[in-house]
Antibody
Framework: QVQLVESGGGVVQPGESLRLSCAASGFTFSGYAMHWVRQAPGKGLEWVSFIGDEERSTLYVDSVEGRFIISRDNSKNTVYLQMNSLRPEDTAVYYC???????????????WGQGTLVTVSS | DIVMTQSPDSLAVSLGERATITCKSSQSVFYSSNNKNYLAWYQQKPGHPPNLLIYWASTRESGVPDRFSGSGSGTDFTLTISSLQAEDVAVYYCQQYYGIPWTFGQGTKVEIK
C-alpha cells in the first residue's frame, strides 16, 4: 500500500527539541524528493522543508532556517525533521509529502501522510 | 516569494450547481521551456490531510472525479466543480511549485447552500 506515516509529535516546552519521522511504503522511496508541510490550528498550509531524492539538496522556509534539519535514510525509507529551539508559533500538524514525479525538485505533492501534531507550550 | 491569492475565502453552493474558485499568483508560474504551468489544487476535508486534485494547472489526478477541472495560465487559474456533491464539502488550496519557497493560497471553504 502506497502510504506515508508520520510519528514523533507531542507536547514540548519552548526551546526544546523534537524529531519527526515519516515512514514511506509502497513506492521506490529513493527516487523521490520529499517535503514537510505544516498547518497551524485552524489555519492554512505552510511549506516547511524540502529534501532531494539523494539528500544532496535541502531547503527551508525562512522561519525555521537554522533551527530545523531535514534528512532522509533511503535504506529505511524514512525522512526526518529534527526541530530544535522550538517556539510556540511552531505549533501545528506536520505533514510529510512526496513529490509526484521521480527525480524532480519542482513538483506537486501527490501523496501526504496523515500528519503528526506538535504543540509548543509552557 | 510568490504569493498565491484565492477568491472567495468561502462559498456556499447548492447541490448539483457549479462551484468556481480562482487563484492568482503574484508572478507567472508558466515555464516556457516545457509549456507547463506549475500550479496544483488540493482538497482538504476536516481532520484529513490535503489530497491532490489537479496538477500542471489542468491535469486531473488519477481517481479524481471528472466534475473537478482546472484551467488558466500564467498568473490566473480556476478550479471548477461542475456539479457540487455533498462529499465535496472541504477547503480547497492552490499551490505553486514554480519557485522556492513553495507557496499555497489561503484556502477556500466550500459549503452546501
Amino acid at each position: 500500500q502506497v502510504q506515508l506515516v508520520e510519528s514523533g509529535g507531542g507536547v514540548v516546552q519552548p526551546g526544546e527539541s523534537l524529531r519527526l519521522s515519516c515512514a514511506a511504503s509502497g513506492f521506490t522511496f529513493s527516487g523521490y524528493a520529499m517535503h514537510w508541510v505544516r498547518q497551524a490550528p485552524g489555519k492554512g498550509l505552510e511549506w516547511v522543508s524540502f529534501i532531494g531524492d539523494e539528500e544532496r539538496s535541502t531547503l527551508y522556509v525562512d522561519s525555521v532556517e537554522g533551527r530545523f534539519i531535514i534528512s532522509r535514510d533511503n535504506s529505511k525509507n524514512t525522512v526526518y525533521l529534527q526541530m530544535n529551539s522550538l517556539r510556540p508559533e511552531d505549533t501545528a500538524v506536520y505533514y510529510c509529502a512526496k513529490v509526484g514525479e521521480v527525480r524532480t525538485t519542482m513538483g506537486y505533492f501527490d501523496l501526504w501522510g496523515q500528519g503528526t501534531l506538535v504543540t509548543v507550550s509552557s | 516569494d510568490i504569493v498565491m491569492t484565492q477568491s472567495p475565502d468561502s462559498l456556499a453552493v447548492s447541490l448539483g450547481e457549479r462551484a468556481t474558485i480562482t487563484c492568482k499568483s503574484s508572478q507567472s508560474v508558466f515555464y516556457s521551456s516545457n509549456n507547463k504551468n506549475y500550479l496544483a489544487w488540493y482538497q482538504q476535508k476536516p481532520g484529513h490531510p490535503p489530497n491532490l486534485l489537479i496538477y500542471w494547472a489542468s491535469t486531473r489526478e488519477s481517481g479524481v472525479p471528472d466534475r473537478f477541472s482546472g484551467s488558466g495560465s500564467g498568473t490566473d487559474f480556476t478550479l471548477t466543480i461542475s456539479s457540487l456533491q455533498a462529499e465535496d464539502v472541504a477547503v480547497y488550496y492552490c499551490q505553486q511549485y514554480y519557485g522556492i519557497p513553495w507557496t499555497f493560497g489561503q484556502g477556500t471553504k466550500v459549503e452546501i447552500k
